[in-house]
């Protein structure tokens, strides 16, 4: 019997201008996986992102979440519906300390409400000392911890990205979508980053991850999803990805050589 996709993508279609970025594509993410969403650059996969995520609006097509439709739901709603995404390029709060930048993600905080501040007090600061407990769990998993009072602005760059893993952590999604999480970090980080993401699926968290690296996705990710000129060309396990000369002729003149070896 096949269980309801976790995601599921129908017939996506995006337009700019012109340019039609996203074209019929279609593809689910099961329960528990870590998926993978590669292809050549300029291919629609960021686009797609920004389609599931409430980032862009389809000009044709639905979105599913956990059999749920969630097309054109603005981003926040979609977010605490469980589904939380990083960014290409880290979005932290450069002048916030690595603690503050936690306790920030909406968790649908008491705090935030004018009347909560003046009339549950209490409720307020109990709720606060809950989030920062998290806060710091996070910041342990990720190893961070020892950073938490540092200005963001002043981590590196793979740091950056731990930190855009935990901001997403916080929300206890369950499904990640995870935009490039290899670029820019050292080897090292990336052995990490790959080692939490892992840990993470373990436990039970879903992944949907975008990444040139394909040393990472090999490693990581099964099924992977092939975008080629905003649809899908082909989806498969990472040894059949990489057998496929449909593949192989997309990343032509590109990066072929991302597939040798
Ligand atoms: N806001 C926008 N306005 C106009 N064109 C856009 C916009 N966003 C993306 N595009 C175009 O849509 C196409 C798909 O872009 P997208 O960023 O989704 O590809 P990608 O597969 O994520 O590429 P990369 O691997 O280089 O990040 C590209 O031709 C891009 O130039």
Known sequence: MSREPLLRVE????????????????FAVAEGSITGLIGPNGAGKTTVFNLITGFLRPDAGRVLFQGEEITGLPPYRIFRKGLAR???IPREHRLLTVLENLMLV???QLGEGFWNVWF???AVRAQEEAIRQRALEVLEFVELLHLKDEY?????????????????????????????PGAGVNPTLMKKLAEKILELNRKGLTFLIIEHDMDLVMR??????????????????PEAVRRDPKVLEAYLGGQYGAFEG
């Open 86 to 88: 990083t960014f290409q």
């Open 152 to 180: 963001a602005g002043n981590l590196s760059g793979g740091q950056r990205k731990l930190l855009e893993l935990a901001r997403v952590l916080m929300a206890e999604p369950r499904l990640v979508l995870l935009d490039e």
């Open 220 to 237: 990581l990710c099964d099924p992977i999803v092939v975008l080629s000129e905003g649809s899908v060309l082909k989806e498969g396990s």
């Open 120 to 122: 549950r007090p209490q």
């Open 11 to 26: 017939g996506l279609v995006k337009d700019f201008g012109g340019l039609r970025a996203v074209n019929g594509c279609t």
């Open 106 to 108: 909406p968790l649908g």
